[in-house]
């Protein structure tokens, strides 16, 4: 069984800064890709940013050069850091990760419970 487990939303102000973690627990699973995707209200759920095993990168346009993702293999945690939020960034976040596991052929996707961040004056 793995879980993903989330936190750091919240509400800020636009022009402020938030990180969410995300912890992978669990066992029998390595990890092939982590990263974050949002839903606002109304609209489809998008990619925010992702990372590899690898180390690589990528992220949605709207985000570049505002948002970084990085991880802790040790703890099998993504951080998603997001600095001057905007109040289109309020949306619910959502951890996703890839994973290899011992009880399957091909990588599965796990989903966390989402975290809302808000973006208010």
């Known amino acids: 069984q793995v879980q993903l487990v989330e936190s750091g939303g919240g509400l800020v102000q636009p022009g402020g800064s938030l990180r969410l973690s995300c912890a992978a627990s669990?066992?029998?699973?390595?990890?092939?890709?982590m990263g974050w995707y949002r839903q606002a209200p109304g609209k489809q759920r998008e990619l925010v940013a992702g990372m590899t095993s690898g180390g690589s990168t990528n992220y949605a346009d709207s985000v570049k050069g505002r948002f970084t993702v990085s991880r802790d293999n040790a703890k099998n945690t993504v951080y998603l850091q997001m600095n001057s939020l905007k109040a289109e960034d309020t949306a619910v976040y959502y951890c996703?990760?890839?994973?290899?596991?011992?009880?399957?052929?091909?990588?599965?996707?796990?989903w966390g419970q989402g975290t809302q961040v808000t973006v208010s004056s």
């Open positions: 669990g066992s029998g699973f390595s990890i092939a890709a």
């Open positions: 996703n990760a890839v994973l290899y596991t011992a009880w399957a052929d091909d990588s599965q996707n796990y």
